[in-house]
């Protein structure tokens, strides 16, 4: 599965649980440590494990192994490391005080967009006229 397929997967987990300002940052070009980070902040605990939880499902589903996990003791801070693609689920005010966008202000920076799912169709129910 290519990096990019990847990332809609994670942006799909991500606001499947409510997750917020989640942001890409490109580091090929800067970095070898990683090719992408993408960021996104939880309003609680419970939040940060949530999206931590269905990140990892929805890859694992699409066997996307995941190399190494951290945070899960405190949940302010969790990282999820595919290898291609680290993953930085923030609390709310520990997201501002690293501040990783700015640490990597090089990188290309790409906000993650919640697509609304498309619209079903409608079947249209047949009328029929009532007889006399």
Known sequence: MKSEETIQLIAQAIFEKKGKDGKVLDLRNITTITDY????????????????????????????????KEGLQGLTWVLLDYVDIVIH??????REFYNI????????????????????????????????
Do not use: G
């Open 37 to 68: 980070f993408v960021i996104c902040t939880a309003e609680s605990d419970t939040q940060v494990k949530a999206i931590a939880d269905n990140i990892e499902d929805k890859l694992k589903e699409h066997d996307v192994k995941l190399w190494h």
């Open 89 to 94: 689920i923030f609390r709310n005010e520990y």
């Open 101 to 132: 966008e700015k640490l990597w202000a090089d990188a290309k920076i790409v906000d993650l967009v919640d697509e609304p799912e498309k619209p079903k169709p409608v079947r249209k129910k047949r009328t029929t006229k009532a007889s006399n």
